[in-house]
């Protein structure tokens, strides 16, 4: 081998980048070979200096916390801007023949939809307004008339008899039922985590605390702690708080409570936070590294006084300090 | 805990909250990626948000040939690379426009306009050095710097991520080193 070989096998070997028998070789190599003995040091050195003080940190939570908003809020628009033909489109676009005639039928099936629609004898019965209330037993869903929205003409050429367009098919959708029914519970979490008004998802997560309890699905309980962590608005992410404290504690409860503690802007929350923590410190979960790291960060610097009498307090009565 | 395989499925079937779970489990590491890459909080969220729309967008089109957290991360390296700074385009990735195509090759010292003789001085740390040296590499060369030095993936690993082949992520990791190393001489 070449002494080009064999720097390298010793830039290779500095970076971590081989195995310990070519490692053994190029030390055996290094012991004779000044040259390669100091670019060896020299590299280690180098990646020293990076990794103590370079780009090192994590990205904080605060950072991720907003980022995790701001992907939110792009999603929905994300959602709003894709339109269901498009997926229809691009279904039968990319996927077997057996796709398009699939996509054929459903077309066909929109195409029924519309035409039953536009073409009814009485409008008033379905065309707008509030669909009539429709109690459904257990929590089945009642479909109304589907209504046809933003169409928009693609290609009308005149004297050809063809016309070529798109269209939202929206169709309401009335659901009555129990609170502790899944189907309900699993639109309530989806409007929760999705909708856009903030006091749609505020209703969803009041009506699903109603329903909470000691079986609740892991499903909503996992949207709970989401929306604590990440819904832009205050009051929902504090009926998401009031919500979770009724579930038993936990370790996912206690880390979307430090979440709060640590990154909500609103001073209120981290209240209602602490005091939960101080709640569920008293059972089983006691006061453990991770909550005793941002106790001592709360009683430093946190701007809310309540806050840092509060961390100080829990500290001494956990540690004795 | 539900395996990735499974949540990938429910969110190709439009479960979104399935896709948030898949987002919440894998997006500190696309923010690491993009926080390492960039100087800018602003930045590092702007690629977050696009890694995660491409991802949304493109769902469908996962075929679990490889793991998904490899499918993101490509998708992340990606974002990276073509990411244009907010506010102003970077020099580095003028230079690399100008060619066309980054070839690897160091872009020579390329310095911050507007940093001033007192921005200087404040930033004559090694922190700031390094953080200086690595602007002054070639987007790929950075990329596989900080992706090896920082978030420890293997050369074949970035290999698969940024799509080429291992060798030429070690004459990026090479080059970059040789570069790093003449900014630093004098400080390490």
């Given at each position: 081998m070449t002494h080009d070989d064999y720097r390298d096998l010793v830039f290779l070997a500095a970076s971590g980048e081989i195995d310990d028998d070519v490692r053994a070789v190029v030390e055996r190599h290094m012991a004779s070979c000044r040259e390669c003995a100091a670019e060896f040091a020299s590299l280690g050195r180098l990646h020293a200096a990076i990794t103590r003080e370079g780009r090192a940190p994590e990205p904080d939570d605060r950072l991720l916390a907003e980022a995790r908003q701001?992907?939110?809020?792009?999603?929905?628009?994300?959602?709003?801007?894709?339109?269901?033909?498009?997926?229809?489109?691009?279904?039968?676009?990319?996927?077997?023949?057996?796709?398009?005639?699939?996509?054929?039928?459903?077309?066909?099936?929109?195409?029924?939809i519309a035409g039953r629609t536009v073409l009814a004898p009485s409008a008033g019965q379905g065309g707008g307004g509030t669909p009539p209330a429709v109690a459904v037993r257990g929590a089945e869903p009642h479909e109304e008339?589907?209504?046809?929205?933003?169409?928009?003409?693609?290609?009308?050429?005149?004297?050809?008899?063809?016309?070529?367009?798109?269209?939202?098919?929206?169709?309401?959708?009335?659901?009555?039922?129990?609170?502790?029914?899944?189907?309900?519970?699993?639109?309530?979490?989806?409007?929760?985590?999705?909708?856009?008004?903030?006091?749609?998802?505020?209703?969803?997560?009041?009506?699903?605390?109603?329903?909470?309890?000691?079986?609740?699905?892991?499903?909503?309980?996992?949207?709970?702690?989401?929306?604590?962590?990440?819904?832009?608005?205050?009051?929902?992410?504090?009926?998401?708080?009031?919500?979770?404290?009724?579930?038993?504690?936990?370790?996912?409860?206690?880390?979307?409570?430090?979440?709060?503690?640590v990154a909500d802007g609103n001073s209120g929350l981290r209240v209602a936070a602490i005091n939960a923590l101080d709640a569920g410190r008293s059972g089983a979960a006691g006061v453990d590294s991770d909550f005793l790291e941002v106790l001592k960060q709360k009683a430093r610097s946190d701007d809310n006084n309540y806050i840092r009498v509060k961390a100080r307090a829990v500290i001494q009565e956990a540690t004795g300090q | 805990?539900?395996?990735?395989?499974?949540?990938?499925?429910?969110?190709?079937?439009?479960?979104?909250?399935?896709?948030?779970?898949?987002?919440?489990?894998?997006?500190?590491?696309?923010?690491?990626?993009?926080?390492?890459?960039?100087?800018?909080?602003?930045?590092?969220?702007d690629i977050y948000q696009e890694v995660f729309?491409?991802?949304?967008?493109?769902?469908?089109?996962?075929?679990?040939?490889?793991?998904f957290a490899t499918w993101l991360h490509r998708i992340a390296v990606n974002v990276c690379?073509?990411?244009?700074?907010?506010?102003?385009?970077?020099?580095?990735?003028?230079?690399?426009d100008a060619r066309g195509e980054d070839d690897g090759e160091p872009h020579g010292e390329i310095r911050d306009p507007a940093q001033g003789p007192d921005a200087v001085a404040a930033g004559a740390d090694l922190a700031g050095r390094i953080e200086r040296a690595l602007g002054s590499l070639s987007p790929k060369q950075r990329m596989v710097f900080t992706l090896r030095h920082y978030e420890g993936y293997r050369l074949s690993e970035i290999a698969q991520m940024m799509n080429c082949v291992e060798g030429t992520v070690k004459r990026y990791l090479f080059t970059a080193t040789r570069r790093m190393r003449e900014q630093l001489k004098d400080a390490i």
């Open positions: 701001e992907l939110r809020v792009a999603l929905r628009a994300e959602r709003a801007r894709v339109r269901p033909w498009s997926a229809l489109m691009e279904f039968t676009r990319t996927g077997p023949a057996w796709r398009l005639a699939l996509g054929g039928a459903l077309a066909l099936a929109c195409g029924v008339e589907t209504r046809i929205t933003n169409v928009h003409f693609v290609n009308h050429a005149k004297g050809s008899g063809e016309v070529e367009f798109t269209f939202d098919a929206v169709t309401p959708v009335r659901m009555r039922g129990s609170i502790d029914d899944p189907g309900i519970q699993k639109v309530l979490t989806h409007a929760m985590l999705n909708e856009e008004n903030p006091g749609v998802r505020l209703q969803a997560v009041s009506a699903l605390t109603r329903g909470v309890g000691e079986a609740q699905d892991s499903d909503v309980r996992g949207a709970l702690v989401k929306t604590l962590e990440s819904d832009p608005n205050v009051g929902v992410r504090k009926e998401a708080l009031n919500a979770l404290r009724r579930l038993p504690f936990d370790p996912e409860i206690k880390k979307a409570l430090l979440h709060t503690l | 805990m539900m395996e990735d395989v499974e949540l990938v499925t429910r969110a190709q079937q439009g479960d979104m909250l399935a896709f948030e779970q898949l987002v919440f489990r894998h997006d500190r590491k696309v923010l690491a990626i993009a926080a390492r890459y960039v100087t800018s909080a602003e930045d590092a969220k729309l491409r991802v949304y967008r493109n769902l469908n089109k996962f075929r679990f040939k490889s793991e690379l073509t990411h244009r700074a907010r506010g102003r385009r970077t020099l580095q990735t003028l230079f690399a």
